[in-house]
C-alpha cells in the first residue's frame, strides 16, 4: 500500500510537471492577421503561451490593436493590394482605397514607429514577382531602416478575391534577383514555401538572412500532418533548424503546437528555437554596418 502511493505521487508529480512545462511554453508567432473581436484573439493568444507576434492586416484594423498591453506586438505593412483589398477579408487595405502606399507615408510611419516590418507582401495576389522592379523601392527602405520583409509563398485558398493571383508566383526560386540586388536584406519566407519547400531550402542554403515561417504547412485543417512532417525533416535535415520560425496565420494555435509536438524528430531545443528563439533574433534590431 505504502508503494502504491509513492507511486501515485511521483506520477502526479511528474503530470502536474508535464503541464507546466507545457503552459509555460513561450511563443513568438510570427504570422498573424487581425480578427474581427480582437480582444477575444489576443486573450487566445496570451493563453496558449503567446507573448509576442507580428501582425499585418487592413490599416484600420491594425491600429485596433494598438493599445493591447496583454501581449507585445510588432506591425507589418501589408501590400500591394489588389483592387486595394485585402485578400479573403477584402477589407481596404489602406484609408484611401490605394493599391500601393506611398513611399513618403511609408517612410513617415516608420519614423513614427508604427511599422516594424514589411508584409505580408502579396506580389503573389497581386500576379507579380516578389522581385519585380516595382517593389524595390519599399525594399530600399527596409534596408535603410533595418525592417524584416516576409514574402507569401506557395498556394492560396478559395475565395481570397484577387483576380490576379498567380500560383508560379509563389515560387521562393523567384527570390534570387530581390536577394541579389539587396544581399543585406532580412527576408523570410512565408509558409516555408508550401509546394515549393524544396526551393525554400534551396534558397535558405544559398542566402543565410532568410528565414522562414511554419504557418499553414503546420495547420493539419489545411495541410495533412504527413506533408507538414516531411517539409520539417527537410529543413532539419538541410541544417536550418536556427531559421524556422512559428507561426499561425489566424489558425488553431493549439492545433498547430500539437502539430509541433507530434513531430518525433524535434528535441526539445528544437523546439526552444522553432517557438520563439529563432524568430527574436530575426527581428532583433541591430546596428547596419
Known amino acids: ?27 513568438f508567432d510570427v504570422h498573424l492577421h ?12 496570451q493563453e496558449a503561451g503567446v507573448y509576442k ?3 499585418s492586416t487592413s490599416w ?3 491600429n485596433r490593436y494598438r493599445d493591447f498591453s496583454n501581449i ?61 522592379s516595382s517593389l524595390y523601392p519599399y525594399y530600399t527602405l527596409a534596408l535603410k531602416y533595418n525592417l524584416p520583409v516576409g514574402i507569401h509563398t506557395g498556394g492560396a485558398g478559395p475565395d481570397h478575391g484577387s483576380p490576379n493571383f498567380e500560383m ?6 523567384l527570390l534570387k534577383p530581390l536577394l541579389s540586388r539587396f ?5 523570410w519566407i512565408m509558409h516555408s514555401g508550401d509546394q515549393y519547400y524544396k526551393e525554400a531550402i534551396s534558397i535558405m542554403k544559398d542566402n543565410e538572412l532568410v528565414y522562414t515561417d511554419i504557418s499553414v504547412i503546420s495547420n493539419p485543417d489545411m495541410v495533412p500532418p504527413e506533408k507538414f ?15 524556422l520560425m512559428f507561426g499561425t496565420d489566424n489558425g488553431d494555435i493549439i492545433k498547430v503546437m500539437n502539430a509541433v509536438e507530434s513531430i518525433d524528430f524535434l528535441s526539445k531545443a528544437q523546439k526552444r528555437k522553432l517557438y520563439h528563439q529563432n524568430a527574436e533574433r530575426f527581428f532583433r534590431k541591430s546596428e547596419k554596418s
Open 183 to 187: 544581399p543585406k536584406l532580412k527576408v
Open 72 to 132: 507585445s506586438l510588432l506591425y507589418g505593412l501589408m501590400f500591394p493590394c489588389a483592387n486595394g483589398k485585402v485578400p479573403y477579408s477584402l477589407q481596404s487595405c489602406f484609408e484611401t482605397g490605394e493599391e500601393w502606399p506611398s513611399i513618403s507615408w511609408v517612410e513617415q510611419q516608420i519614423m513614427e514607429k508604427r511599422i516594424d516590418y514589411f508584409g505580408e507582401i502579396l506580389n503573389q495576389y497581386y500576379g507579380i514577382s516578389p522581385s519585380d
Open 168 to 173: 508560379e508566383m509563389g515560387n521562393p526560386l
Open 1 to 27: 500500500m505504502k508503494t502504491l502511493l509513492i507511486l501515485f505521487v511521483l506520477l502526479s508529480g511528474m503530470m502536474l510537471l508535464d503541464r507546466t512545462e507545457s503552459s509555460s511554453q513561450k511563443i
Open 60 to 62: 484600420d484594423l491594425q
Open 34 to 45: 487581425g480578427s474581427e473581436g480582437p480582444s477575444s484573439q489576443v486573450l487566445a493568444l
Open 53 to 55: 507576434a507580428a501582425i
Open 229 to 243: 512532417s516531411t517539409i520539417m525533416k527537410a529543413s532539419i535535415d538541410a541544417g536550418l533548424e536556427d531559421r
